[in-house]
């Protein structure tokens, strides 16, 4: 009497995008009796002895094909070994954006304080699925071409890290702003793989041209709330 078992393993080509994942079943002879040694040219596996494990493919800059090997042995020492080519699609990044930019009306609220400057607070929504914001960049100044632009909230104009504020709804108190004066703005927002953005401008008024500097706003005339006042420092 034969008295050798048969191991059938059952593959097929598989498709995936970078980052995602897949498992496999595998197809074996009743006794149960299996042990299973996976390996793959790229990518992680969640357990390379299980029958079923997870492949998540590596990120890639082009499309790129992996092949996955399974040994499958029982306990009489038998074996079967088969191979798979799993292919791995490039994903091309999704820029984060920005929507809904505004700028609130002037609030005495955001003059506690001796600053000397007119505080105006800019307002943004992240937009990224998936996504959350990292970062932000906003640039303002009197000339719509950005040709000396300052920062937000200090007059430095860089990056500055998102801490503190829960998306998606963001907002940054600008300073050392000048009375009665015209400002332009723009913004730049980075994603938690630090992705950046291309320069966002607020909505433009219709019929002006694209692109452009978007709407600009005007700080107001003199400090709050009376120009003329008097402070008398007595107890």
Known sequence: MNNKKTILIIF???????????????LADPDGDL????????????????????????MVDADTTYTCTLTVTDSYG???????????KNLTPTL???????VDPPNSNDYCGITGYPPVR????FSDPGDSQSAYQIQLDTDSNFSN??????????EVPTAGQAGPDYSCLAQNLSWNTTYYWRLKVWDSQD?????????????????????????????????NFIFDDRV
């Open 96 to 102: 984060p954006t920005a929507v809904n930019l505004s």
């Open 122 to 125: 800019l307002r943004w929504q």
């Open 12 to 26: 097929i080509a598989i498709i995936i995008f970078a980052g995602f994942g897949f498992g496999k079943e595998i």
């Open 35 to 58: 042990t299973f040694s996976w390996s793959c040219t790229g990518g992680t596996l969640s357990d390379p002895n299980i029958a079923q494990p997870t492949f998540t493919a590596p």
């Open 195 to 227: 992705t950046p953005s291309t320069w966002i401008y607020p909505p433009s008024p219709p019929g002006s041209p694209t692109p452009s500097p978007g709407t600009s706003f005007d700080t107001i005339s003199h400090a709050w709330p009376n120009p």
């Open 78 to 88: 038998f074996n079967a070994t088969d191979s798979m080519d799993v292919l791995v």
């Open 149 to 158: 632009p300052r920062g937000c909230p200090l007059s430095t104009d860089t």
